[in-house]
């Protein structure tokens, strides 16, 4: 007997010390890992959070500066709707600073990179706009490249919809869109389509909302690239400027690296305090579902800030250049969870991403480097066009299909606009397609791989985006709960992986919420075929891993960073025939 209760105890130990580490801890001490104390004389820029207890507090927020300053530091910034600031200080002084006990944690100033002919009916949009659902009143911003004063995103009576821009790029005052990829995914949000209309139309590229009002918050450079700390200063701003542009909802196609757990992540943090303000956050999955550097297939490669529970996370679907959902298919390139260091299922759901025409800034950098995806407007008019200069670009990626669910999110938010960030995630991933083929194919002929694609909770997320669905929901979130993704946890001593939505007083999805019977996720197969999820839980009765792993799943479920590079990532992809 005393044998028995010696193993059970040991049993029960175990799954304790594992569950603990899945779930995710900040890391140790005041340092992420990707500070380096050994650089020496040379300075860096850092993001310093600060205790909770100082929230508000500027004499102990003070004592930091002068801390910093004392040992050769400059204060770069303070934000305000994050507890935290940018300081550029010598490597060497790192440690001693972090001895400060109004620090929490300190991160590198991370730089980031950015991450509709046949989708916008495919995904229903085209009936909201019969009903009368364009987006009317409700402010978008576009965190990004910068937007062009395009034609399709000006308002009936000729003026701009982009009623606000402002720019975060250091060293740079332009909020023009040099780069290219802002417009394009603006013009997904909120293009009206009237460049591509007419009477001898073939084509009308109309975005998802077309009648939203833009405010453009420039963070990336002319070749695509930024900082965490202007993706955060752009953040607060929308925060700052949400009555006075009714800013209901933040579109993030960009993203980085997971270099930490969210409950540190400074990105995470921002996205979180947009949430809590009332402002819907929309961020791309990222790129990297083809990438087997780990041994993973791409799983695990979802990026920061895609990776924090309270926003929604977006993958990419092809359309299949078709208005039909049965055909269409995973991107192989679209990101895949659990998320590294927490396991957070991601994506929430998947939109179409892949080779989507949409709005053109002329003399961009990627319209000179990709000539060939910018739309001939032979395609979209009949007739003679010899000479006119075409307003639009093709282009792929979990940058693109991001604009769609913001889009989306813009439409509820106008129908309903008493709707909480958490009631339009709950609606939207709800009211999801789940209707997948178990597993689909694709051969890449620049590269001469063929990447099989498992259409699972970590591939597909609740499912593809129904905008027609989620304007007939009226499912209402009551009061303090919250949508967050739920953990995956996997059990150490059977190697088998099940769903915990343990998340405090504020679950929503647990079994006595207001989704009754439904099942969000479906009945269909998740992963594998051998576990059966608890029936109180309405992630349907299905696997999510069941015991079919493969080697890098030892690399998931560890409590480390995947990816090394704390550089941020791309979430569009050129369309070159082979990014699918």
Request: hydrophobic share 40%; aromatic share 8%.
């Amino acid at each position: 007997m005393k044998t028995s209760l010696k193993k059970i105890f040991m049993a029960l130990s175990l799954l304790t010390l594992w569950t603990v580490a899945a779930f995710g801890q900040p890391a140790k001490g005041k340092l992420s890992k990707d500070l380096n104390e050994s650089d020496g004389e040379k300075f860096v820029d850092i993001i310093v959070q600060f205790t909770p207890g100082t929230k508000g507090k500027s004499k102990e927020k003070d004592k930091v500066d002068d801390d910093a300053k004392g040992k050769g530091g400059t204060v770069v910034k303070h934000f305000n709707a994050v507890n935290a600031a940018v300081y550029r200080v010598q490597a060497k002084s790192l440690k001693g600073l972090a001895n400060n006990p109004n620090i929490s944690f300190m991160t590198p100033d991370r730089p980031v990179l950015m991450n509709l002919e046949y989708a916008n009916p495919t995904v229903g949009a085209d009936i909201a706009r019969n009903y009368g659902w364009d987006g009317s009143g409700i402010g978008v911003a576009v965190i990004d490249s910068g937007i062009y004063p395009h034609q399709d995103l000006k308002n009936g009576s000729g003026a701009t919809r982009v009623v606000y821009s402002q720019n975060f790029v250091p060293g740079e005052s332009s909020t023009a869109d040099l780069y290219g990829h802002g417009t394009h995914v603006a013009g997904i949000v909120g293009g009206n389509g009237s460049m591509s209309n007419g009477g001898n139309n073939t084509f009308t590229f109309t975005g998802i909302a077309p009648n939203v009002n833009l405010v453009n918050l420039r963070v990336l450079n002319n070749q695509g690239a930024g900082m965490d700390s202007s993706v955060i200063s752009a953040i607060e701003r929308a925060i700052e400027l949400k009555s006075a542009y009714n800013i209901r909802v933040i579109n993030l196609s960009l993203g980085r690296q997971v270099m930490e757990s969210y409950l540190t992540d400074p990105l995470c943090q921002a996205v979180e305090a947009a949430w809590n303000a009332g402002i819907v956050v929309v961020v791309a999955a990222g790129n990297r579902g083809r990438d087997n550097s780990m041994g993973t297939r791409g799983y695990g490669t979802i990026g920061s800030p895609g990776n924090d529970p309270y926003v929604i996370t977006v993958g990419a679907m092809r359309d299949m250049s078709s208005t039909a959902r049965a055909d269409d298919r995973m991107a192989s390139y679209s990101s895949k969870g659990p998320t590294a260091v927490n396991q957070i299922v991601k994506p929430d759901l998947v939109a179409p991403g892949n080779r989507i025409v949409s709005t053109l800034s002329p003399g961009s950098y990627l319209q000179t480097m990709h000539p060939g995806n910018v739309v001939p407007v032979s395609y979209y008019k009949s007739g003679s066009t010899a000479g006119i200069a075409s307003g639009y670009i093709r282009l792929g990626g979990t940058s693109m299909a991001t604009p769609m669910v913001a889009g989306a999110a813009a439409l509820l938010l106008q129908k309903d606009p008493t709707l909480s960030p958490d009631a339009v995630k709950a609606r939207l991933m709800k009211t999801t397609t789940k209707a997948f083929p178990t597993l689909s194919t694709f051969s890449s002929l620049s590269i001469g791989s063929t990447y099989t694609i498992q259409y699972d909770i970590f591939t597909v997320g609740a499912g593809y985006l129904d905008v027609w669905g989620a304007l007939n929901n009226t499912d209402v979130v009551a009061a303090g709960k919250r949508a967050l993704s739920p953990k995956a946890i996997k059990n150490p001593l059977t190697g088998l992986v099940s769903l915990s939505v343990l998340w405090g007083d504020s679950v929503l999805w647990g079994e006595t919420v207001l989704w009754g019977e439904s099942m969000l996720w479906g009945q269909s197969m998740v992963w594998g075929t051998s576990v059966v999820m608890a029936s109180s839980v309405l992630w349907g009765d299905s696997v999510l891993w069941g015991d079919t792993t493969f080697a890098g799943s030892s690399v998931l479920w560890g409590n480390t960073v995947l990816w090394g590079d704390a550089s941020l990532f791309p979430t569009a992809v050129s369309v070159d025939g082979d990014d699918q």
